[in-house]
């Protein structure tokens, strides 16, 4: 069945650059999506990637797919405290508009 | 402002008992969606809507219903709950894109609901 793959915890230094990567099954996924969730809140638009590109940066998030491989990453640089939270990626299914979504990535922010 | 409202936020109830959870957008988007997200097990897709008397099964609908008689409203029935039920459920909208997809959803503040 679809799964979206991706790891459950990420520490990461302030300053330092975090990446959190995602593994997903519908290589017809037309798009795929990092959310976050900050504490006690629901889930936001973080950034998206549309399946004909390689790469999107915006600002200090840079997001890779590579299609061959079904892996999708997001990159923060100079990862801040404010960026602590759960990383969620997804894939909404191209043959009915299924929304799938990964158990999410907590970051956690070391000084 | 442009939101997706739920209603309630917090409920405890006991097995057996009939409720349901509103969900209500403003931005008329086609899509509408809920979920449930428990630990370890992430957000779960339980039913979506792309548009009115259009409902199509999730990844875990068993024990629950939907209707989508409005564009704007997609509530969420649970017919007998059970404690399995328990969890913290989101309702999201989503537009369709002039390319006929669907992008970026809006999620609602989340209902936390006890099943006793």
């Known amino acids: 069945g679809e799964d979206v793959e991706q790891s459950l915890f990420l520490s990461v230094r302030e300053g330092d650059s975090s990446v959190i990567n995602c593994t997903y099954t519908?290589?017809?996924?037309?798009?795929l999506y990092w959310y976050k969730q900050e504490p006690g809140a629901g889930l936001q638009l973080l950034t998206y990637?549309?399946?004909?590109?390689d790469m999107k940066q915006d600002q200090r998030l840079t997001v890779l797919l590579n299609k061959k491989d079904k892996h999708l990453s997001l990159r923060i640089a100079d990862t801040q405290t404010g960026d602590s939270a759960i990383y969620f990626c997804?894939?909404?299914?191209?043959?009915?508009?299924?929304?799938?979504f990964g158990k999410g990535t907590r970051l956690h922010i070391l000084p | 402002e442009a939101q997706v409202t739920q209603n309630p936020r917090y409920l405890i109830t006991v097995t057996g008992k009939k409720l349901t959870v509103t969900c209500s957008q403003n931005?008329?988007?086609?899509?509408m969606s809920w979920y449930r997200q428990d630990p370890g097990l992430g957000l779960r897709q339980i039913y979506y809507?792309?548009?009115?008397?259009?409902?199509d099964k999730g990844d875990v609908p068993e024990g629950y219903k939907v209707s989508r008689k409005e564009k704007r409203n997609f509530p969420l029935i649970l017919e007998s709950p059970s404690p399995n039920q328990t969890s913290l459920y989101f309702c999201?909208?989503?537009?369709?894109?002039?390319?006929?997809?669907?992008?970026?959803?809006?999620f609602g503040p989340g209902t936390r609901l006890t099943v006793l």
């Open positions: 990637i549309f399946s004909n590109m």
């Open positions: 997804a894939e909404i299914l191209n043959r009915d508009d299924k929304i799938i």
């Open positions: 519908d290589s017809s996924s037309t798009y």
């Open positions: 999201a909208s989503s537009p369709r894109t002039s390319g006929g997809r669907y992008n970026e959803q809006f």
């Open positions: 931005m008329n988007h086609e899509y």
């Open positions: 809507s792309m548009n009115v008397e259009v409902t």
